[in-house]
């Protein structure tokens, strides 16, 4: 069982940034695959960003925010890192931080959120305009 803990989440202005930690207890999960997703109010919950060991170190953002945020990991501190740069209002969700088990599968499912087991509770980020 792996239990996550999600901070870092508030408010911020449009062009700003944020660091977003997600803590893992409960087991180290340096071999589980790692996510963040979002959901925006009236919205489904998105993909953003994965990072999973399969044949090789896999890091996937979405085009939404390729290119200003990037997720990383300290497995000696068992954290996932979300670091979000030049925040835009359409950037307001609460985001949760995912974890499963690394696997084939994920080569091409790494946006499924059925593909991954262990969910937070979730951190909301509002950017203000």
């Keep these: ?5 999600e901070s870092g989440g508030g408010l911020v202005q449009a062009g700003g940034s944020l660091r ?5 207890s409960g087991r180290t999960f340096s071999s589980y695959a790692t996510a963040w997703f979002r959901q925006a109010p009236g919205k489904e919950r998105e993909f953003v960003a994965s990072m999973f060991d399969w044949s090789g170190l896999r890091i996937y953002h979405s085009d939404s925010v390729k290119g200003r945020f990037t997720i990383s990991r300290d497995n000696a501190k068992n954290t ?9 209002p359409e950037d307001t969700a609460v985001y949760y931080c995912a974890a499963g088990q690394s696997r084939r ?14 969910w937070g509770q979730g951190t909301q ?5």
């Design 80 to 88: 996932v890192y979300l670091q979000m740069n030049s925040l835009k």
């Design 125 to 129: 980020v509002t950017v203000s305009s």
């Design 1 to 5: 069982q792996v239990q996550l803990v």
């Design 20 to 24: 977003l930690s997600c803590a893992a």
């Design 105 to 118: 599968e994920l080569l091409v499912a790494f946006a499924t959120q059925a593909r991954y087991d262990y």
